[in-house]
């Protein structure tokens, strides 16, 4: 099994990501666990690329060698920056996580507002995932719209899976999560205001 932990701390309403170990009574050697995860979303490193691996030797020793042969090696920098995040104060882990935790409220909240939009609340990360096949359950179709028409960046839902969703990140401001939001629900969702302002330029929706 291999346990993706790059969210270890980023959960929410105190919820505790349970350590993949805590389920086998094998030690690391003697497991058939891996865990993986890094610095990108934790300390906000995404373009630094350090990550990790935990299992045992053997298999991480074969892991290596084919790491060496499609790889480049992490700079001495961003090793450096590394861990300078692990081992310095993780009072901004604390700071991060609340305020990623009520974007994710104020995602849940506007979404509600919705008609025929489904969302199953994340409990960790800064991603939503919600059931637009109210609207079409082309998800790739949908993500192109909503480029072309709103100006919103979504992703695919079927890049993860899940066909008939979108990903929605929750990452910035409140600002921005709002106005995202509010973009995807004039362009999808018939019941809302046919006009709405991106920027200085009014927006007229004509394809409902």
């Known amino acids: 099994m291999i346990c993706d932990d790059i969210y270890h701390k980023l ?7 349970v350590p993949a170990y805590h389920f086998t009574k ?4 003697n497991s058939h666990v891996i865990v993986v995860n890094g610095v990108a979303k934790l300390y906000g490193m995404t373009g630094f690329r350090i990550g990790w691996a935990v299992g045992p ?5 074969v892991m290596t060698n084919v790491l060496a042969q499609t790889t480049s090696c992490v700079s001495p920098i961003a090793q450096a920056a590394a861990e300078g995040a692990l081992n310095g104060l993780q009072s901004v882990v604390e700071v991060l996580r609340p305020h990623i935790q009520n974007n994710r409220d104020v995602v849940l909240q506007e979404l509600r507002t919705f008609h025929g939009v489904r969302l199953i609340e994340p409990a960790g990360t800064f991603y939503a995932l919600p059931d637009i096949r109210a609207f079409s359950n082309d998800s790739v179709e949908v993500s192109e719209f909503l480029v072309k028409k709103a100006m919103v960046v979504t992703v695919p839902g079927k890049e993860f899976g899940m066909e008939g969703h979108i990903r929605i990140s929750f990452a910035g401001s409140v600002k921005d999560v709002t106005e995202g939001i509010a973009r995807i629900k004039w362009a999808l969702d018939a019941s809302s205001p046919n006009e709405i302002y991106i920027g200085d330029k009014k927006m007229v929706r004509h394809w409902m």
């Open 11 to 17: 959960t929410f309403d105190r919820v505790i990501a």
């Open 26 to 29: 094998n030690d690391v050697e």
């Open 57 to 61: 030797r053997e298999l991480v020793r």
